[in-house]
Nanobody, 123 residues
Framework: QVQLVESGGGLVQAGDSLRLSCTTS????????MGWFRQAPGKEREFVAR???????YYAGSVKGRFTISRDNAKNMVYLQMNSLKPEDTAVYYC?????????????????WGQGTQVAVSS
């Protein structure tokens, strides 16, 4: 059974940085597109960032230039470096894995999800 486990969340002040990590049990990890999503209280889950293939990345406009997604295929890990955090970044952050060899476009195309890690940013 595939498992994804996020870590690194916490309570920070506006302008601070956090680095989220996600460890996975998928085989052939390098063949999976990996994504980060978030869900704020009372809102729908939204896309944050995606990494695919070698190092092809894509970001939501609200985080572009502040967040960086990366991966370590040798460790089956994906990361989300979050800089210049804002109160509106407060949410539960989820790691997700797509189907091997396929590029997910929407959240429905991700096959596996973690349980999430809470990020809270105070003003």
């Amino acid at each position: 059974q595939v498992q994804l486990v996020e870590s690194g969340g916490g309570l920070v002040q506006a302008g601070d940085s956090l680095r989220l990590s996600c460890t996975t049990s998928v085989r052939t990890f390098s063949s999976y597109a990996m994504g980060w999503f978030r869900q704020a209280p009372g809102k729908e889950r939204e896309f944050v960032a995606r990494i695919w293939g070698g190092d092809a990345t894509y970001y939501a406009g609200s985080v572009k230039g502040r967040f960086t997604i990366s991966r370590d295929n040798a460790k089956n890990m994906v990361y989300l470096q979050m800089n210049s955090l804002k109160p509106e970044d407060t949410a539960v952050y989820y790691c997700a894995a797509g189907h091997p060899g396929r590029l997910p476009i929407s959240s429905k195309e991700y096959a596996y999800w973690g349980q999430g890690t809470q990020v809270a940013v105070s003003s």
